[in-house]
């Protein structure tokens, strides 16, 4: 979506998105925050055609942004546009799953507690179908058998997640995602294998 075209394009207001944003290739200059697609078009579909703030308006209005989707589907959101989208999308959620995550993890406004990185269901299903049901860890396979996972999804879909078990989810998920936005997105951002440790110190 937004590796050969947003680069390339000769629109200025693009380009001006693309410059103010620090975009590189597939990724940003500060690239520790991975957003997959489907992400993007969740947190577009209630924050973004309801903004009052102008800058957000045109990029509305440049992309031709309808409804869950795009007219025009190259235009480029940045990661602070991205954050910012998110900040409704999560809390209004009307799905249990989420419910329970804003819950548990003490969501308020921007995010967590530690309110840099943001997770949907969707992507937290991603996360545990390949990581967790794996684990030698006792405490993850503990949460395994308590939620009753199985493959993409739960038993009981109602068990709740710390952003700290998220992030040690991530480590394996990513980096052998066959997706090729998420490979992109991955490979330009340096994104490798980390212990809990230093994906702790990243999200801070």
């Known amino acids: 979506m937004l590796s050969q075209v947003l680069v390339n394009s000769r629109d200025p207001i693009i380009q001006g998105i693309v410059n103010a944003s620090g975009f590189v290739g597939m990724g940003f200059r500060k690239p520790n925050i991975l ?66 995550i804003v819950n548990a993890s003490g969501f308020v406004g921007m995010g967590f507690r530690k309110p840099n990185i943001l997770y949907t269901a969707s992507d937290i299903r991603l996360m545990l179908s390949q990581v967790l049901v794996n684990s030698r860890d006792p405490i993850i396979q503990g949460i395994v058998n308590a939620s009753g996972f199985v493959g993409m999804g ?51």
């Open 35 to 100: 957003y997959i697609a489907s992400d993007i078009r969740l947190m577009l579909s209630q924050v973004l055609v309801n903004s009052r703030d102008p800058i957000i308006q045109g990029i509305v209005n440049a992309s031709g942004f309808v409804g869950m989707g795009f007219r025009k589907p190259n235009i480029l959101y940045t990661a602070s546009d991205i954050r910012l989208m998110l900040s409704q999308v999560l809390v209004n959620s009307r799905d249990p799953i989420i419910q329970g």
């Open 154 to 204: 739960f038993r009981k879909p109602n068990i709740l997640y710390t952003a700290s078990d998220i992030r040690l989810m991530l480590s394996q998920v990513l980096v052998n995602s066959r997706d090729p936005i998420i490979q992109g997105i991955v490979n330009a951002s340096g994104f490798a294998f980390f212990s809990t440790k230093e994906l702790i110190k990243i999200a801070l």
